[in-house]
């Protein structure tokens, strides 16, 4: 069985401007959620959605968003990229939003320059 | 608030000898815990959970201690093998029901 993937692998980026990240649950997984884990730290919980609604976000700004479309995907969105943006993006697939256990993907490197 | 803590940041073993890697958390309502795996370029992976009735859970290798009362957890991983070497998180639902991570344990194991 495939696991969570996710888009791109590695990814740069200059300060100013916009990034998508994009994530494909495990088969059945109705939740995905969404973390910011930069080098040296824990992840951070950025989003969770749950049948293409917001259930819960972090303490992140405006500048983030993100959607999940109605096969469960997910894309995260970052405008305005400020060099403190660069982090690995994990997503965590779980069968509906009430489970507390996740499955994470590989992650997205993203690096502002 | 809400928080996880790891008590070291890097832990180092022999071979074959038992590790133990301890958190603690501040968030006394926190009823679920989760310790994740991550090796270098991967995401975190699922390794064991326990509920808060409970004080103690096994796997295959390892076992969770909960301590309610000094509000403590750990990790032991029995006959630690070179393939342990990772970055260990302790993971605790807050408040808000969602994931709070503390900043990880680097075991490294040594041959």
């Known amino acids: 069985d495939a696991g969570v993937t996710q888009s791109p692998t590695h990814l740069i980026k200059t300060r100013g401007q916009h990034v998508t990240l994009r994530c494909s649950p495990i088969s059945g997984h109705k939740s995905v959620s969404w973390y910011q884990q930069v080098l040296g730290q824990g992840p951070q919980f950025i989003f969770q959605y749950y049948e293409k609604e917001e259930r819960g976000r972090g303490n992140f700004p405006d500048r983030f968003s993100a959607r999940q479309f109605p096969n469960y995907s997910s894309e995260l969105n970052v405008n305005a990229l400020l060099l403190g943006d660069s982090a690995l993006y994990l997503c965590?697939?779980?069968?509906?939003?009430?489970?507390?256990?996740?499955?994470f993907g590989p992650g997205t490197r993203l690096t502002v320059t | 608030g809400e928080s996880v803590g790891l008590h070291l940041p890097t832990l180092s073993v022999q071979e074959g000898d038992n590790s133990i890697i301890n958190c603690a958390y501040s968030n006394s309502a926190s009823d679920y815990f989760i310790w994740y795996k991550q090796e270098s370029g991967k995401g975190p992976q699922f390794i064991i959970d326990?509920?808060?009735?409970?004080d103690k859970r096994q796997g295959q290798r390892v076992t969770v201690l909960l301590n309610k009362t000094v509000k403590h957890l750990s990790l032991q991983i029995a006959a630690t093998q070179p393939g342990d070497s990772a970055v260990y998180f302790c993971a605790g639902i807050g408040y808000t029901g969602k994931l709070i991570f503390g900043q990880g344990t680097t075991l490294q194991v040594k041959p």
């Open positions: 326990i509920r808060s009735n409970m």
């Open positions: 965590a697939s779980s069968l509906s939003h009430g489970t507390y256990e996740q499955y």
